[in-house]
């Protein structure tokens, strides 16, 4: 038998609608918070494979869910992404560091 792991809400209905029996349960909090960690990993591997824009939104999902999960609002995350980025910036520049001059 595969191991099992966390999918979307609906996928069981659509699993049903194609005439196959789902086997499904629903997590406890701890659980959750670790299946969604582990969904972040596959989420992100797929990706660093793929690169395209349904994957970031895959990322993107599991991430907000993930905020949610942990107690925090979306709004709450983007201030302090907003407030991160006011004090440290963004990523826009490109800007790579090598190190200090002197450091080895």
């Known amino acids: 038998m ?4 966390l999918v979307r809400d609906k ?5 049903t609608a194609a005439g196959k029996k789902p086997i499904t349960r629903i997590l406890e909090q701890e659980e959750y918070l670790a299946e969604l960690d582990r969904k972040l990993n596959e989420e992100v591997a797929e990706y660093q494979t793929d690169k395209s824009i349904e994957e970031m939104a895959d990322v993107l999902e599991v991430l907000l869910t993930i905020c949610e999960a942990r107690g925090h609002s979306v709004e709450e995350l983007m201030a302090v992404r907003e407030e991160k980025r006011q004090k440290r910036g963004g990523f826009e520049q490109k800007i790579f560091w090598d190190g200090n001059e002197g450091c080895s």
């Open 11 to 15: 996928i069981p209905q659509i699993i």
């Open 2 to 5: 595969s191991q099992g792991k």
